[in-house]
């Protein structure tokens, strides 16, 4: 089982869990303290266990720009786009994140169970003159109102001026790291990766001036209430970003992508099922695989579901067939031996101010 | 934080416990139990005056992380439900032996709680 190489920084401190072959931080101080930093301040994630690929070779762009239904050939140095990697049906293999760099090197972050099988399909539909290398470096992700202030701190040029999805390479006195504007938590941030050993020192220094370590746990409510996929349980090979809610990545104006034919298909004939955001009252959580019902009847099922405690009610994501799936649809939640009433609506559950 | 088990209760394989108190068993679920848990988002008891079975679901305690059944630890009559607790189980963290309380129970057969764990063979369950 891999281990991350911030492990040693915080094992006392956290209570530690697995996911996705990792062990992990689950939780630190608690739920509670952890949402509330990031929300209010500043969290600090060990996200290690992404993928980290680095490309190297000609026109890596333009080659991949054939595999995902985003236009990313004209992505300048500097910025990223939020993209997916699709199957010739419309599935979804993996969603990422590509970072366009200096000299035409492309990083991608790629979820941690996908890892595997995303190298295996870039290496199948990329050519052989594009070279492929896992990355093992630490990878801290710094989310909150207050993530830009604590990382100037350390940093030798403006944060201020780069803009969300953009990233640049940065001279701290702990040594060089990558750091992009992007996160997972529904707040300005950052995901920093580096050397092991800098990592370490970084992860220390940026608790020193007031992040507060947080744990998977508190991730997953954040990013679901920032409306935000989990691979895996929102989102797999037989959905389709049409019916994930992603049809805002699909480019059609874009010249042929793998899984295109099958999409523009879809597109026509409509999808059976979408992904909606279910709005509950009171307290209890609905969860993965809980049925939805509408009169009585089954017409889908929780994907993603918990405690929002920025909204203090149950939220989730849930497959609904198409006919249900109206914002505003009264429809109810099979937890266990009750019938929860729930409201479809947004997605995005929580937005931060400005 | 080290996790206490007080000698003077009883315990469940199942994580609750059981404190005697003017003949009435009390009880709440373990602080092993509530550091599992996390957070606590929802809790749901039984009304006073349900009858329960040794071994009985008698409510359900939920976190974000997870959710649980609790079990009757004895058989009985449930003569007192912690309702405040109900409007606010995060509370039950603070002091799972004592405000954390959730149900009483007017025991029908007060043998069974000899069949219960002790504090250290609670904790050698635990650790095994």
């Known amino acids: 089982m891999p281990n991350s190489p911030l492990r040693i920084c915080y094992e006392n401190q956290a209570k530690l869990t697995e996911f996705a072959d990792w062990i992990l931080p689950g939780q630190f101080a608690g739920l509670t303290v952890e949402h509330q930093a990031v929300r209010q301040r500043a969290g600090l994630f060990d996200i290690s266990h992404m993928g ?273 799936a109206q914002e505003g649809t009264a429809l109810t939640v099979q937890v266990r031996d009750q019938a929860l009433p729930v409201t479809v609506g947004k997605r995005t559950f929580y937005r931060r101010a400005g | 934080m080290a996790l206490t088990y007080p000698d003077d209760l009883r315990y469940t394989p199942s994580h609750e416990y059981v404190a005697l108190k003017d003949g009435l068993a009390v009880v709440g679920i373990t602080a092993f139990a509530v550091d599992e848990l996390g957070d606590i988002t929802y809790l749901e008891l039984p009304p006073v005056g349900h009858q329960l079975q040794k071994g009985e679901r008698f409510g359900t305690i939920e976190s974000v992380k997870a959710v649980s059944d609790l079990y009757a630890p004895v058989s009985g009559i449930v003569t007192a439900v912690h309702e405040e607790l109900v409007d606010a189980p995060e509370k039950i963290a603070e002091d799972p032996y004592g405000l954390g309380w959730l149900v009483k129970i007017q025991m029908t057969q007060p043998e069974e709680i000899a069949t219960l764990l002790s504090a250290a063979d609670y904790q050698a369950q635990l650790g095994g």
Request: aromatic share 6%.
């Open chain 1, 52 to 324: 980290q690929i680095q490309l190297t070779g000609p026109d890596i762009l333009t080659h991949l720009e054939r595999l995902v239904p985003s236009k990313i050939a004209h992505l300048s140095p500097g910025m990223a786009k939020y993209t997916l990697l699709l199957n010739e049906q419309g599935g979804i293999l993996d969603d990422l994140i590509v970072y366009a760099q200096g000299e035409g090197g492309v990083k991608l972050i790629v979820n941690a169970a996908c890892t595997t099988k995303d190298l295996r399909w870039l290496q199948q539909h990329l050519p052989a003159t594009i070279h492929l290398e896992l990355m093992h470096g630490a990878l801290l992700a710094l989310q909150g109102p207050q993530a830009t202030a604590i990382l100037q701190t350390l940093a030798d040029s403006s944060l201020a001026a780069i803009p969300r999805f953009g990233h640049l390479m940065l001279t701290t006195p702990l040594g060089t790291v990558w750091a992009a504007r992007t996160g997972y938590t529904g707040e300005d941030g950052w995901e920093i990766q580096t050397e092991p050993h800098v990592g370490q020192a970084l992860w220390h220094e940026l608790l020193q001036k007031g992040a507060t370590p947080c744990g998977l746990v508190a991730r997953d409510v954040l990013r679901l209430e920032a409306g935000l996929h989990l691979y895996g349980q929102d989102m797999n090979e037989s959905t389709t970003p049409l019916a994930a809610g992603l049809g805002w990545v699909v480019d059609w104006h874009k010249g042929d992508f793998i899984g295109r034919t099958a999409l523009q298909m879809q597109k026509q004939a409509g999808v059976a099922q979408k992904l909606v955001g279910l709005w509950g009252t009171g307290r209890r959580i609905f969860r993965t695989g809980y049925p939805v019902l509408a009169e009585g009847k089954p017409v889908g099922h929780v994907t993603s579901g918990t405690l929002s405690l920025s909204l203090g009610r149950p939220i989730g994501l849930a497959y609904v067939d198409t006919a249900w």
